[in-house]
């Protein structure tokens, strides 16, 4: 007697199981050659280096400047370094002047701080 003429023993109960069954029990040993790393993890990766976690825009330097700003020799200065804010956005309109320091700022922020006689000063260059 043997398994038919057609199926031969083929059946997925003469298998082990289907697709990845019994990876953990009775295939184990197939998992350990075929794919090692098929369970588990990747290591630890360290944090982006460079993303903006605290940022404000040129439409709220008249309100930061009630905050942090101060006067000096005429002139309004806004340490958002200080304030711990590490960009500035160009969104907005801006009416007064404004020496800011942020350690970066997108090239529309410098332009229209510029337009109304203002000035970025950065230690980034």
Do not use: C
Not at 80 to 109: D, P, Q
């Amino acid at each position: 007697m043997g398994w038919g003429q057609v199926g031969q023993h083929r059946a997925s109960g003469h298998k082990g199981g289907l697709g990845v069954t019994g990876m953990m029990k009775h295939h184990y040993s197939s998992l350990l050659k075929d794919e090692p790393d098929h369970y588990g993890h990747d290591s630890t990766k360290p944090p982006h280096p460079n993303i903006t976690k605290k940022w404000t825009s040129i439409r709220d330097l008249d309100d930061l400047f009630t905050k942090f700003g101060k006067e000096e020799g005429g002139k309004k200065i806004v340490d958002l370094e200080s304030a711990g804010y590490e960009k500035l956005l160009g969104g907005g309109k801006i009416t007064n002047t404004y020496s800011v320091k942020v350690k970066r700022f997108t090239a529309s922020a410098e332009e229209k701080l510029k337009t109304v006689g203002g000035e970025v000063l950065s230690n980034n260059g």
